[in-house]
């Protein structure tokens, strides 16, 4: 009978202990948030966000897709999906993140753009709160939150990147291109970002070309603004890049032997590994609760 009373006891405290361990591991895994950004419009930001992010499911990690492009919002439509919701309804308390996020393949969770996030800063600080509280409701869910977003060095272009974990600067070989790419990064310096920062060149005839322009970029952002970019690779032109969009498929879902794809997925990799670099406390991200909160205070303090 005392045994029988014992060992209920140390089950229960075996239990208890389990839940602080769960609970202490989802804090320090907060999700890892990475802003796709280029400068210059039409240079590969979604193609990159869409194909990255499924390269990240594929190996293994839990990953959703923030369309921030505000104005012309387009994963959805390169899928071939047609949500219901987007974050408009989440902005304006007509939904919950739930009931807005849809699944694309490889269990790709996605939120569907649009220009609702612009309304984030003209919120009370209730209705802000109560998106805070919901958006607090999946950090952890997910390792890494990829977000799209649109051409251009806009002030939400600029409150996204300097919210983010990591920013992907992605520029073609052109010199105009590199130039745009250049001004993301000059930007956010000083603004004294603090998270990393890397470059991927696409549109590369060969790897060659890709290490060497994304070399000069690293050079001159080092000598001209401080800034260590880190190298995650380059993605060669590929004719079936193009085609998936006519197919309305992703290239990682349609042709994941492609020559691009096999780049993209290598990309991620080494994405995943910059990760473990970190010491195991910051291995994980600030979380997408911190970042709608950064873009937000952004936001109102530039409005
Ligand atoms: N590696 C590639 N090989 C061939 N075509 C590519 C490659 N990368 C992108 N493209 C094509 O270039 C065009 C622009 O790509 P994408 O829409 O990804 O750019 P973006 O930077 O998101 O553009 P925007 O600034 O308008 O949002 C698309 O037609 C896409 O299919
Ligand atoms: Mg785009």
Same mark, same amino acid.
């Given at each position: ?6 060992? #209920?006891?140390? +089950?229960? &405290? ?8 769960? @609970? ?15 400068? #210059? ?7 990159? &966000? ?8 594929? @190996? ?7 369309? *921030?492009?505000?104005?012309? /919002? ?14 408009? !309804? ?7 993140? +739930? ?21 984030? *800063?003209?919120?009370?600080? &209730? @209705? ?22 649109? /051409? ?11 919210? /983010? ?20 990064? +000059? ?6 970002? &603090? ?54 498929? *992703? ?8 020559? /691009? *794809? ?31 909160? +950064? ?6 303090? !530039?409005?």
């Amino acid at each position: 009978m005392i045994s029988d009373q014992a060992d #209920k006891l140390r +089950k229960m &405290a075996q239990g208890v202990r389990q839940q602080i361990e769960a @609970e202490m591991m989802g804090i320090s895994r907060k999700t890892r948030t990475v802003v796709i950004s280029s400068g #210059k419009g039409g240079v590969g930001k979604s193609t990159l &966000a869409l194909n990255l992010s499924l390269s990240l499911c594929s @190996e293994g990690q839990r990953v959703i897709l923030l369309d *921030a492009d505000l104005g012309l /919002a387009n994963i959805d439509v390169m899928l071939g999906l047609s949500p219901e919701y987007h974050i408009q !309804h989440l902005v304006q308390g007509r939904k919950s993140l +739930k009931d807005i996020i849809i699944t694309g393949p490889l269990g790709l969770k996605i939120i569907p753009g649009g220009s609702g996030i612009n309304e984030l *800063a003209n919120l009370s600080d &209730a @209705e802000l709160n109560r998106i805070l509280i919901e958006v607090g409701k999946v950090d952890g869910d997910y390792d890494y939150m990829v977000i799209d977003t649109g /051409a251009g060095i806009s002030k939400n272009v600029i409150s996204f990147m300097l919210a /983010a974990d990591e920013v992907i600067v992605i520029t073609t070989p052109e010199p105009t291109s590199l130039t745009d790419a250049y001004g993301c990064v +000059k930007t956010i310096a000083k603004q004294s970002y &603090a998270g990393g920062v890397s470059v991927v060149i696409n549109q590369v005839s060969d790897n060659n070309e890709g290490l060497m322009v994304a070399e000069k970029f690293r050079l001159v952002c080092k000598q001209f603004l401080n800034v260590d970019i880190k190298l995650l690779g380059s993605i060669p032109s590929d004719s079936l890049v193009g085609e998936v969009v006519r197919q309305q498929k *992703a290239l990682m879902q349609a042709y994941p032997r492609s020559t /691009a *794809a096999r780049h993209i997925q290598n990309i991620a990799r080494r994405l995943v590994n910059l990760g473990g670099m970190a010491s195991p406390a910051e291995s994980g991200g600030s979380g997408i609760k911190k970042f709608f909160q +950064k873009i937000t205070r952004f936001m109102r303090d !530039h409005g």
